[in-house]
């Protein structure tokens, strides 16, 4: 007992078996549990999972990033413009996409840790500077905001393919998640990273390079929200600067009630992977029940302020585990 | 008395005008703890910063096994075997003991792209070196260190450094936030580490906790020391008024004391 009180990811399990079955109990009949509908909050979880496990990550070290949400959209432009404007081939362009996806964390990195600014606001400003980069370049070359892509065949399998409802992202994710979680758990890198957000000084002390540490996992986000943007070009065969601004938001959200401390330090990849289930649980679920999609919202709202608090005491009894 | 381990001669530092230190000069053995007293801001923080390598001293020099030597950085000094520990920021509370103790040289198996980090191994070893030190309750090297008390991380944080080769250690105030048991605890533990050989740095403003453990005796002032003696040769009344600077600090402990 002991042992589980002291996994942080514990609350978000509990809380997915509870609202899984509630919707399974709700929607009986409606197809909830089918393969369709377990392919529909699957989906709708593996492109947010595909950034919230890094994200989790970072906010583990104890940095925030709301810069994801734009970067998408800026990846997914720079996919719609290189191929349809001007013809050049998709792989160089997804390469150059996830390029700058980095290049946005790397920017946000070196900014947070050079001037010790909270990488909330630093990341909440890179979020409009590029949000707005990329609609102005936009309209400059080709005067436009969104864009049709042009891809080939095996780029459209390896970033759309799907089975029945089931898209690919969801392996992705998988493939995400696993070395996630590989990372934080068995490298000696996840020591640093919970020393990094858990106390830098002492992390410092030891030898571990923390501003590095925080860097990596800034580029980390970023080449993981580009990858989040190519998806999306791909699967909805369109580039648009407005798409992934929901995970800005979502994103942290997620990981939170996932059982990461909102200061860093204490967190699991497997609880922000069940944080994210959760999430395409509620937001498919109420689809399922027939009540207005508005309740969504509520839902999540509701949850974050129950995870917060319920983490709170769950970390507390984890300290008191004599 | 064996060679010294490191020599402070003549050591001042200034930031702008401010003094901190001024003239200081001491040698710590092998084998030997030197108790650095002190009140707040007579500039034991600075002494410890000198001495582990944060900062350079404005003048002076640091002899290391009679050589001189100027560190550059913190990391320097780490590698000659200077190892500091602080009051407080010694360990990462929401972390396991066996990855606290290994933190910064993790112990890897395994091939690379599957090389990991040696939790089993971590733990053992984590778990083996505390309990020489006589911490019996921490059963599991999985265990967060922040369920441990104060005086069992202090523990751990020396335990580790010894473990990974420090010849010098610095230990800042590791008594002065543990209840009594807790402290003789930390203290019992410094007897062992000096009797494996290390040398010590004590700093405290404890003259009971220093009287206990301590061979030699500094006592700093306004950043000079204002005297210097060793075990045996002054009493505690004697000590106390030392650090107060003349004061009769003595009387007026033992008058309060009489109070309670």
Redesign the interface.
């Known amino acids: 007992m002991r042992?589980l009180i002291?996994r942080p990811e514990i609350g978000a399990v509990a809380a997915f078996l509870v609202t899984y079955l509630f919707f399974v109990v709700m929607t009986s009949g409606a197809g909830f549990v089918s393969a369709d509908g377990t392919a529909g909050w699957l989906n709708l979880a593996a492109e947010l999972g595909i950034v919230a496990v890094p994200v989790g990550l970072l906010m583990i070290s104890g940095e925030f990033d709301l810069s994801i949400g734009s970067t998408v959209g800026m990846a997914s432009m720079i996919l719609a413009l290189g191929t349809r404007y001007f013809g050049l081939p998709d792989w160089s362009m997804i390469l150059l996409a996830l390029v700058a996806g980095g290049g946005v964390g790397l920017a946000n990195g070196l900014a947070v840790v050079r001037t010790g600014l909270p990488s909330f606001i630093v990341t909440l400003a890179a979020n409009f500077i590029v949000i707005g980069g990329t609609m102005g370049v936009s309209r400059l070359i080709a005067n436009v905001t969104s864009s049709s892509v042009a891809v080939s065949d095996p780029v459209k399998w390896l970033f759309a393919a799907r089975w029945d409802q089931a898209n690919i992202a969801i392996l992705w994710w998988a493939a995400v998640a696993l070395v996630g979680w590989?990372v934080l758990s068995?490298?000696?890198f996840?020591?640093?990273i919970?020393?990094t957000g858990?106390?830098a000084?002492?992390?410092r002390?030891?030898?571990?390079p923390v501003d590095r540490v925080k860097i990596r996992l800034f580029i980390s986000t970023g080449v993981a929200a580009a990858f989040v943007g190519v998806i999306q070009a791909v699967q909805w065969n369109s580039g648009n600067a407005t798409y992934g601004m929901g995970y800005v938001f979502q994103a942290p959200i997620v990981v939170v009630i996932g059982g990461v401390?909102l200061t860093g330090?204490?967190g699991t990849v497997v609880g922000v992977v069940f944080g994210t289930a959760l999430f395409g649980v509620i937001s498919t679920g109420i689809f399922y029940t027939g009540w207005n999609t508005d309740w969504v919202q509520l839902f999540l709202g509701a949850l974050l302020g129950v995870a917060v608090f319920a983490n709170t005491q769950i970390?507390r009894l984890?300290?008191?585990?004599? | 008395m064996s060679e010294p381990l490191i020599e402070l001669q003549n050591v001042s530092k200034h930031f702008g005008p401010t003094k901190a230190l001024t003239g200081v000069s001491l040698a710590v053995h092998p084998g030997r703890i030197l108790c650095l007293l002190g009140d707040n801001g007579a500039g034991k923080s600075t002494l410890i910063k000198v001495l582990s390598g944060y900062h350079p001293p404005s003048a002076g020099q640091i002899l290391w096994e009679g050589r001189e030597t100027r560190f550059s950085e913190p990391?320097e000094a780490?590698k000659l075997g200077i190892a500091?520990v602080?009051q407080d920021?010694?360990?990462?509370?929401?972390?396991s003991v066996g990855?606290n103790f290994?933190?910064?040289?993790?112990p890897?198996r395994g091939r690379w792209p599957f090389?990991?980090?040696d939790s089993g191994h971590a733990n053992r070893v984590a778990l083996e070196q505390i309990r020489a030190f006589g911490i019996s309750?921490v059963e599991d090297g999985?265990?967060?260190v922040?369920?441990m008390s104060g005086g069992e991380r202090q523990v751990l944080a020396i335990g580790r450094a010894m473990y990974f080769g420090a010849r010098l250690l610095i230990l800042d105030e590791p008594t002065s936030a543990l209840g009594v048991k807790e402290a003789s605890f930390v203290l019992k533990m410094m007897t062992q580490a000096r009797a494996a050989g290390a040398a010590i740095v004590f700093i405290t403003h404890n003259a009971r906790h220093a009287m206990s453990v301590g061979d030699d005796f500094a006592v700093l002032i306004h950043g000079e020391i204002a005297a210097r003696f060793s075990r045996g040769e002054k009493s505690r009344e004697e000590v106390l008024n030392l650090m107060a600077g003349g004061d009769e600090m003595a009387e007026l402990e033992e008058h309060l004391e009489g109070i309670h």
């Open positions: 042992k002291r590989w068995k490298s000696p996840g020591s640093w919970y020393a858990g106390n000084t002492a992390a002390g030891a030898g571990v401390l330090g204490y970390r984890a300290l008191q585990g004599r | 990391r780490r500091t602080h920021v010694g360990t990462i509370p929401l972390m990855r290994f933190l910064g040289a993790e890897v090389r990991r980090f309750r999985e265990q967060l922040g369920t």
